[in-house]
């Protein structure tokens, strides 16, 4: 069976993100002063063939944690569709 798996990768919280803060500049540069904080990430979607939708998300898991984010800079969120 063929899973749909969303990987979310995003910056530690306590970490500083540069791109956020620019874009934040931005932001506020265009007069939209609502916005109190920004965070760029990544978003990546993989289609994971597997037997069960828990399978998928430990494949996604492993791939999260082997390459797809950094663990001294980056967290990231799995969801099975």
Known sequence: MTFSVQVKV???K???D???KAVMGGLQNLGIRSVSDVRIGKSISLQIEAATAEEAKSIAEEAGRKLLANPV?????IAVN
Not at 73 to 77: C, H, L, S
């Open 10 to 12: 995003m910056p530690l």
């Open 14 to 16: 306590e970490l500083l």
């Open 18 to 20: 540069p791109q956020g």
């Open 73 to 77: 800079m980056e967290y990231f969120e």
